[in-house]
């Protein structure tokens, strides 16, 4: 059985349709309007191996904000529907990758209990038409969207476009181990049972 989950958000500032398949291969069709937003859930998708389709209108006369933060909700509850009962799968996943100079780590836990811990200095405004202090936005979104716990902490910082780069990466890196099914877990994994 396929995993998949979708979202169409309409808004006065944005008009947002996501979809995911968590069993995917890696494809992607994104456009959100703005090029280093899209070149970040492309990568997302390509390193947790999803397929994602991701089409924005939005705002843009105005800022980013707007476009990124909604299409966090938007792709985070594409994600929470996908996940369904959360049945089998492992919840948690973690990693620390590396984006040349830059060392991210990634941790998160499916719990339904939404929770950003975000460490995380830039040293320019702008990546592109893409605001710094947007990764921190997006990110808020998906938790809370999805309904998950989700650390990520610079090790070692850089070039900014790296940084980004790398904890888009390591998301989706996590992301993909906490998605996974395993046999050996006939329900949810939790004492409560449920999640």
């Known amino acids: 059985?396929?995993?998949?989950?979708?979202?169409?958000?309409?808004?006065?500032?944005?008009?947002?349709?996501?979809?995911?398949?968590?069993?995917?291969?890696?494809?992607?069709?994104?456009?959100?309007?703005?090029?280093?937003?899209?070149h970040m859930l492309i990568s997302f998708a390509k390193h947790g191996l999803f397929d994602l389709t991701v089409k924005v209108t939005g705002d843009l006369y105005v800022d980013c904000h707007h476009t990124i933060e909604d299409t966090g909700i938007a792709l985070g509850i594409a994600i929470r529907k996908a996940l369904g009962d959360k049945k089998s799968i492992r919840r948690y996943g973690h990693t620390i990758l590396?984006?040349?100079?830059?060392?991210?780590?990634?941790?998160?836990?499916?719990?339904?209990?939404?929770?950003?811990?975000?460490?995380?200095?830039?040293?320019?405004d702008r990546v592109g038409?893409?605001?710094?202090?947007?990764?921190?936005?997006?990110?808020?979104?998906?938790?809370?969207?999805?309904?998950?716990?989700?650390?990520?902490?610079?090790?070692?910082?850089?070039?900014?476009?790296?940084?980004?780069?790398?904890?888009?990466?390591?998301?989706a890196k996590a992301l993909d181990q906490a998605t996974l099914t395993d046999s050996r877990i006939n329900d949810v994994l939790s004492t409560k049972g449920t999640l």
């Open 129 to 171: 038409y893409f605001d710094t202090e947007m990764v921190k936005e997006f990110f808020h979104a998906i938790t809370y969207a999805v309904g998950m716990n989700l650390h990520i902490k610079m090790l070692e910082s850089g070039n900014n476009h790296h940084m980004i780069e790398g904890i888009f990466k390591a998301f």
């Open 98 to 124: 590396p984006m040349d100079e830059s060392l991210v780590l990634c941790a998160l836990d499916l719990s339904g209990r939404p929770y950003l811990v975000f460490n995380v200095d830039f040293t320019t």
């Open 1 to 38: 059985m396929t995993r998949t989950g979708d979202c169409v958000r309409n808004t006065s500032e944005t008009q947002i349709e996501v979809s995911i398949n968590l069993d995917g291969t890696g494809k992607s069709e994104v456009n959100t309007g703005i090029g280093f937003f899209d």
